[in-house]
């Protein structure tokens, strides 16, 4: 199933006895898992090594934990990284845990408001 993700329509799903996946149509490879105790936010990148297709999957967080705009920012930030390993990473954020990309997108908010 395929929707716009929001805060709105996250918390409207519950679990209906098995994991569903509901992927957002405004970013490609972002999508929310809905498992039993928890609402997941997570992407899937489908990217050439080597020669062959490898699919790369990562956890951003949990609804509980994060709004889908921040979510989808992070997400947004780790496809880019995932699909471009070779170029500088000094000119994007080195994101190595949800919590370090999360302060990292608060730092650059307040100073866009400062």
Excluded: C
């Excluded at 799903?13 to 997570?42: A, C, N």
């Excluded at 921040?70 to 997400?75: P, T």
């Excluded at 390993?85 to 650059?108: C, T």
């Amino acid at each position: 199933m395929k929707v716009r993700l929001t805060d709105k329509i996250v918390s409207s799903y519950k679990w209906d006895g098995h994991e569903t996946i509901v992927r957002d149509l405004e970013l490609k490879g972002f999508f929310l898992s809905i498992g039993k105790s928890k609402k997941s936010f997570k992407i899937q990148v489908d990217v050439n090594v080597d020669g062959r297709r490898k699919t790369v999957r990562r956890t951003i967080g949990t609804f509980e934990n994060t709004s889908v705009s921040v979510a989808r920012n992070v997400a947004k930030n780790l496809i880019y990284q995932i699909r471009n390993p070779s170029e500088d990473l000094s000119k994007k954020p080195d994101l190595n845990s949800f919590s370090d990309a999360a302060r990292i997108l608060i730092l650059q908010k307040y100073n866009e408001n400062s």
